[in-house]
């Protein structure tokens, strides 16, 4: 088949944290009455897999498209442990999260199997007065300290307290302690993992069991940062022109985070080399293949994640309003990578000529120059 821009069937998970939200901020239809914390966009995953909703790939999983498509679907990013490398989802949180930090990789090494390196970045869709979130320690807050008040049941005091605001974008690299405020909804990029250790989760009873929900120290101890140093990867660029504006938002080893807005009414080709997914968070569009066979147009509105295949050749952007994304792109293998590098001070000049110049035949004299 050809190859063609991809859009999935979400995945919903009830929470007892969650909400309603992302039907009106998102455009989700979400099932039943019950609170939904999350909707799984983009997974490749042991026992979750993204299933394609539209199009001439409708009703294949990523990871069968991964296998089919190849380098025409990756262009030259690596997957991860063999999955997809990328996880997005939506979140809507109610009540504050519990307190948490993921696996790096000392400890996926360690155990092995399905834990792997795990960061993300949150991108924030909307946030009620006073929301927030919590990242990292506070300044002095050591293991021992941590641990005790852990013990006390004064965790919050730890922990790094930021309001938030719609638009704001947050790096959360793995090792670093956290939790998402309630009233705070956001758009999560992550790399493919669901392992969570739990430090603290407020007493919260779990209406399924009745109990409190099982906590994680020892692994979460093993895990979280406390060097202090500050975060990296949140360094900001800019460039606008008169019918875009691109904000780099998140630089990482897993992934690049840009904000891309569009004017309306706007036809231009698109120009990637490589894969590129989009977290459509304002506006329509759509994508025009006209040399395809099956799958001429492909439409995009508020909601939608769209992934675009490194083959994807001759596609074209039509929007239809003013449009606001998030473009995320997994780093690429160069094949300049293993290339043994010298550094310049180190180099000799050379001992013969680097050009021999000819000397001209003659029985006479050589011409001066």
Not at 177 to 203: C, K, M, N, W
Not at 207 to 214: A, C, H
Not at 217 to 224: F, G
Request: with cysteine; hydrophobic share 40%; proline share 7%.
């Amino acid at each position: 088949m050809d190859v063609h821009p991809l859009l999935f069937e979400p995945i919903f998970k009830p929470k007892i944290w969650g909400g309603r939200r992302l039907a009106t901020l998102v455009d989700k239809s979400l099932p039943g009455n019950q609170p939904i914390g999350e909707s799984w966009e983009l997974v490749d995953l042991e026992d979750e897999w993204s299933v394609v909703r539209s199009g001439s790939a409708a009703g294949r999983s990523i990871a069968q498209l991964v296998t089919e498509w190849g380098a025409d679907l990756l262009g030259r990013v690596e997957l991860c442990d063999g999955r997809f490398p990328l996880l997005i989802k939506f979140l809507d949180a109610t009540q504050t999260l519990s307190v948490q930090v993921h696996p790096d990789e000392a400890m996926a090494a360690k155990l092995g199997a399905n834990v792997r390196l795990k960061h993300e970045a949150w991108y924030i869709v909307d946030a009620e007065p006073g929301g927030f979130i919590y990242r990292g320690l506070n300044p002095g807050v050591d293991r021992a300290a941590f641990e005790s008040a852990v013990a006390q049941g004064r965790v919050e005091e730890c922990l790094h307290r930021i309001e938030v605001r719609k638009g704001q974008c947050y790096y959360l690299p793995s090792g670093t302690v956290h939790a998402l405020g309630a009233g705070v909804v956001v758009a999560e990029i992550q790399t493919p993992s669901d392992i969570t250790y739990r430090v603290y989760d407020f007493g919260r009873i779990d209406p399924s069991t009745g109990r409190e929900r099982e906590l994680h120290l020892d692994q979460a101890l093993e895990c979280i940062d406390f060097s202090g140093a500050p975060i990296p990867g949140e360094e900001r660029s800019h460039v606008a022109s008169v019918w875009t504006a691109v904000t780099r938002l998140v630089t990482c080893d897993s992934f690049h985070i840009e904000r891309v807005r569009m004017v309306e009414e706007l036809d231009m080709p698109i120009p990637y080399g490589g894969m590129v997914v989009w977290v459509v968070l304002e506006g329509d569009g759509q994508i025009e293949m006209p040399k395809s066979a099956s799958d001429g147009v492909t439409r995009f509105s508020r909601g939608d994640v769209v992934l675009l295949p490194a083959g994807l050749h001759d596609a074209s952007l039509h929007t239809d309003t003013q449009c606001l994304w998030l473009e995320v792109t997994v780093p690429e293998t160069s094949d300049l990578a293993d290339f043994a590098r010298v550094d310049p001070a180190e180099m000799k000049a050379p001992t013969t000529p680097l050009v021999q110049l000819r000397q001209p035949a003659s029985d006479g004299p050589t011409p001066a120059p």
